[in-house]
C-alpha cells in the first residue's frame, strides 16, 4: 500500500498527517510504528488522520496516535497543525473550526499573522476524570519513584498531565524519571510528565516526556497543563509565554470552569509517499 503523507511540526513537535476524508485508514499499530521510526520510516512524535465530520455541529474529526501506535485523546501541536493542513488544501475557507477529537470539541482559529489559536476545553481535576488514583482531589500529591517522593499537580487537558516545578530545567531528570512517571500504577492510562521552572509570574520554562513518544521539543496540552498549575498553585499570572526547547507558546486561563487558549504556529516541512 502507498500512502501520500505530509510532514508538519509545531515548534519541533513533529506530525505526520494522513488525509482519510475520501478513503478510511485502519492502520495496524505495527504500520503505525513504521511511519514514526525514525530511521526506517518518516520519522515523527505524532500521526495525525484527517476525517470527516462525526458530529452534525462540527467540520472535521481527528484521530492522534503516538509513535508507539497508541491512540491518545488530544495534542495541543498537533491542534494546530490540523488547522494549516485543511486551510493550505483547500479543504475548508473557515479561519475557525470545530473538531471532533477522541477528547471531545475543540475549537482552533487561523490567526491574522499565520498562528493558530486553539481553545483546548475546560482542564479536568477530578482524579476520577484525569483518570488518577487519589481519594480526594488536592493542589498536589505525592508520588513515589524509584525511591524517591514527588510533589506533582495532576490534572487533564484532554489527555492526563503529572506537572512538577523545579528548580533548573537542565537538570531535570526528564529521560531518567518521566518514563517511570508516564507508566506510574496510579495513573491506569499512563500520564505525560512535565518539568516547569518558573522564571516569572508570565515566563515558564517547559519539559515534557509524552507518554508514547518520549521527550518531544514541544508539547501543547503539557505547556496548557503547567500553566494552569503554576495559576492554580498561585504561582503564575492568568497569561503565560511558555518557552520549550522547539519554541514558545502563549498560553491563558481565565480561571476554574473556563477553557484555556493556546496560541502558536504550525508549518509544513515536505510531502511525500512512503510504501507499506
Known sequence: ??????????????????????????????????????????????????EPARQPDTDFYYRIFNADGGEVEQCGNGARCFVRYVRERGLTAKRELRVGTLAGVIVPRLEDDGRVTVDMGVPEFEPSRIPFEAPVRAPSYTLEVNGRRLEVSALSIGNPHAVQVVADIERAPVAAEGPLIERHPRFPQRVNAGYMQIVSRSRILLRVHERGAGETLACGTGACAAVVTGIMRGLLDREVLVTARGGDLGISWAGEGKPVMMTGPAVTVFEGEIEL
Not at 508538519?8 to 494522513?18: A, R, T
Not at 488525509?19 to 512524535?45: K, M, N, V
Open 1 to 50: 500500500m502507498r500512502l501520500k503523507f505530509t510532514k508538519m511540526h509545531g515548534l519541533g513537535n513533529d506530525f505526520v498527517v494522513l488525509d482519510a476524508l475520501a478513503h478510511p485508514l485502519a492502520l495496524t499499530p505495527q504500520q503505525l510504528r513504521r511511519i514514526a521510526e525514525r530511521h526506517f520510516g518518516i520519522g515523527c512524535d505524532q500521526i495525525l488522520q484527517v
